[in-house]
């Protein structure tokens, strides 16, 4: 019989067991490691929700009092068998015989035999005969193969502790908050303890703890009582967390791509800098500490590596400062503000629409749309006159981005924005012309990217949370029209009339950057780029509540200058050269409208004096016959007399709440000399003109310099006017 069971034991896999390093090897934490790439550690996620495994710990990175403890309570003679204890084997033996309770035979590397070979397992009922036999001869060949110290790492690596916990790293951070390295002797005690009884109480717990301590510190009063407490408040922590580390976001995005359906690894490499990383949350945190009276409590911060489109930092939220810490900033869909408008310009420039010396009128205007009147307004509610494309679009002025739109289309304009990677929900028309001014949702990655496309000369790659292979770009933007607009964000004097001199946008080497924000204040952009580096830096509320008093320079700049300059603290950036098809000239503003300059032109489209009378058209080259849409005063003044604001078939309604006298109705018109008729009477005269609103059905003609009518609409006002004598 004794034969027959050991040749069975002998067939067991235990006679075949791995050596160490394959045990080490194949060991698999319920954690994924997101690295760096440089081999740091940013993040620590759990991937394998069945168990609960921390990493292998080196023996020496065990602490000495769980060292101790484990041998005292489990094998007190370790080091002097060889596999298995016969003298306590004899001695269960012997308590068996006359029913007397025992603490049993089995060694440390008996009970590693069991965890390492599933055919050794206890079931619910204990191990057979067969089992425990196979057991006593795998621990034989353990110890004949492993050092004693490598049986103790990996015991202390495999045992189950209590519930889903296995193995010390798990047990430790999540009963003591700590590392293993850290136990001191009473939490050594509780651990040795759990190994007997894994899910014992914690009375029963402590009292074989006590037991354990007695044993580590001999001649000692132990409180007992005391160690009841901490045993009942260590078994109900639970602080080893799911996620821990600098780059939450990054690393369940990064997850979420590379991993397959019940993929466990232990590592994976991002394209992160982890100083980078570290510093982008320490700025956003800090910066949002002193937004914290303005009612901001969440940003998001991406930077991108120009050339290869690898992300360097991505910092998803505030953290601890936000209500809402799990939402991803950097892939949530917020409206950009102004943010578009650079390709807005870039796509009017790359047509021939306008250059960046092309004057645009910043002033009250009224668009017809299908739903209405569009009103477009500036950020401080002023106007500024004529003024470039320069200027118009660095000092991000609202009313010339609308009259762009205006001639490229928001149809046409809404497929340049895909080109540029920002994938829009709705068409074209159905944004209409607020889309100039950011009307449509983006997410700071895909739009820090389409920056990045400028910074590249209009060339389109994907960003990159992985080392790729192979980079590819596609042509997304005229290259002439990217360098224009990136010389123009460069531009701090062309920025001076809403930013100032002084802006906190201006570094010391050079930069292109743009700001931006959505209706209401809810959302605030700072985008730009250098030679090497693209940031973007979003600031707002999570929930979509607005922010008080926040401006694009008191908002996300200051997080995006100093991202800036950390980036280069240590790095030039240089101007781009300009592409092919490119030529810079001497140009001229008639009436002192701006300083002359040299500037950058497409071929073909250089012109010598910007002005607003005939002077414009006689010093304009022939070659400059490729822009289209340019017109002087004297060129409009030759055209029809015609009303451009309001759109007929106009309904107002008048508010209640305001007081009649202050809602007065803007009449504008273009040609020279002109009178304003109400319903047969004459009201005004001039080009632009107010109109109390009386309710009811009206005719408005408009009469040239000889009297004639050039042109009429018709309006209807809803709601209740000021009394008859009032009226004028």
């Not at 007695?214 to 009063?221: A, D, E, H, S, T």
């Not at 280069?568 to 050269?577: F, Y």
Request: aromatic share 6%.
């Amino acid at each position: 019989m004794i034969a027959t069971l050991l040749i069975a034991a002998c067939a067991l896999p235990a006679c075949a067991t791995g050596t160490f390093n394959e045990i080490k090897r194949d060991f698999k934490p319920s954690d994924t490691l997101v690295l760096d790439r440089n081999g740091e550690l940013l993040q620590r996620v759990r991937t394998d929700a069945s168990v609960r495994r921390g990493q292998w710990v080196a023996l020496a990175d065990i602490s000495p009092a769980l060292r101790t403890a484990l041998v005292l309570s489990e094998d007190k003679r370790f080091y002097e068998h060889s596999g298995v204890d016969w003298r306590a084997v004899s001695s269960a033996a012997w308590a068996n015989l006359w029913n007397t309770k025992t603490r049993g035979a089995s060694t440390l590397s008996m009970q590693l035999a069991g965890l390492l070979d599933d055919d050794l397992r206890a079931s619910n009922s204990g191990r057979s005969m067969t089992q425990k036999i196979g057991q006593t001869f795998a621990a034989q060949v353990l110890e004949q193969r492993w050092r004693k110290d490598q049986i103790l790492e990996a015991y202390l690596n495999l045992v189950p502790f209590r519930g889903e916990l296995v193995g010390i790293d798990a047990l430790s951070r999540t009963l003591f908050g700590k590392a293993a390295h850290g136990l001191d002797e009473r939490e050594a005690a509780v651990a040795s303890a759990l190994v007997r009884a894994p899910n014992a109480k914690a009375p029963q717990v402590a009292q074989r703890a006590c037991g354990v301590l007695k044993l580590m510190q001999p001649g000692v009063k132990i409180d007992c009582d005391g160690l009841d407490m901490f045993a009942t408040a260590a078994l109900q922590r639970r602080d080893f967390q799911a996620s821990e580390g600098i780059a939450p976001h990054l690393a369940r995005r990064l997850l979420a791509q590379q991993l397959t359906p019940g993929a466990h690894p232990s590592s994976v490499k991002s394209t992160l800098r982890a100083p980078l990383q570290r510093f982008a949350v320490q700025t956003l945190q800090q910066h949002l500490r002193e937004l914290r009276g303005r009612h901001v409590e969440d940003g998001a911060v991406v930077v991108l590596d120009n050339a290869s489109g690898e992300v360097l930092a991505w910092v998803g939220s505030s953290g601890t400062l936000s209500a809402a810490a799990e939402v991803d900033g950097v892939l949530a869909l917020r409206q950009p503000g102004s943010t578009l408008k650079p390709f807005l310009y870039a796509q009017a420039i790359a047509e021939r629409r306008i250059t960046a010396a092309s004057l645009l009128e910043d002033s009250s205007t009224q668009i017809p749309t299908a739903s209405g009147l569009y009103i477009p307004q500036n950020y401080d509610r002023q106007f500024k006159g004529l003024v470039s494309s320069r200027t118009a679009l660095a000092a991000s002025l609202n009313v010339p981005a609308v009259r762009t739109l205006v001639m490229v289309s928001p149809d046409a304009f809404h497929k340049q924005l895909r080109a540029v990677g920002l994938p829009l929900k709705e068409s074209g028309d159905y944004y209409g012309y607020s889309l100039a001014l950011g009307s449509a949702e983006v997410s700071l990655l895909s739009l820090t990217n389409a920056y990045r496309t400028l910074a590249n000369g209009g060339r389109f790659s994907e960003p990159m949370l992985v080392k790729p292979a192979k980079i590819t770009f596609r042509p997304a933007l005229d290259a002439r029209a990217a360098f224009i607009v990136s010389d123009i964000l460069a531009d701090p004097l062309a920025r001076a009339r809403t930013f100032g001199t002084d802006s906190i946008l201006a570094t010391r080497f050079w930069s292109a950057v743009k700001t931006g924000t959505s209706k209401d204040m809810r959302d605030n952009w700072a985008m730009g780029y250098s030679s090497r580096y693209t940031v973007g830096v979003w600031v707002g509320n999570a929930s979509g509540a607005p922010m008080w008093d926040v401006s694009g320079t008191s908002g996300a700049a200051p997080v995006w200058a100093a991202m800036m300059n950390f980036l280069h603290k240590n790095e030039a950036s240089r101007p781009p050269a300009p592409p092919p098809g490119l030529l810079q000239s001497p140009t001229a503003f008639g009436q002192q409208l701006e300083a002359a300059r040299n500037e950058w032109f497409i071929q073909g489209t250089e012109q010598a004096l910007f002005a607003t009378d005939s002077i414009a058209g006689s010093a304009r080259p022939s070659s400059a016959s490729g822009l289209k849409g340019l017109k002087t005063v004297s060129q409009q003044a030759a055209s029809p007399a015609r009303i451009t604001a309001p759109a007929s078939g106009t309904i107002l309604a008048l508010d209640p709440d305001i007081p009649p006298n202050n809602q007065r109705l803007s009449f504008s018109a273009e040609g020279r000399n002109l009178r304003w008729r109400m319903n047969g009477k004459e009201f005004a005269r001039g080009n632009q003109v107010q109109w109390l609103p009386w309710p009811g059905r009206h005719v408005v003609q408009l009469l040239d310099a000889s009297g004639q009518v050039a042109d009429e609409i018709k309006l209807e006002v809803r709601g209740a006017g000021v009394k008859a004598q009032a009226r004028r």
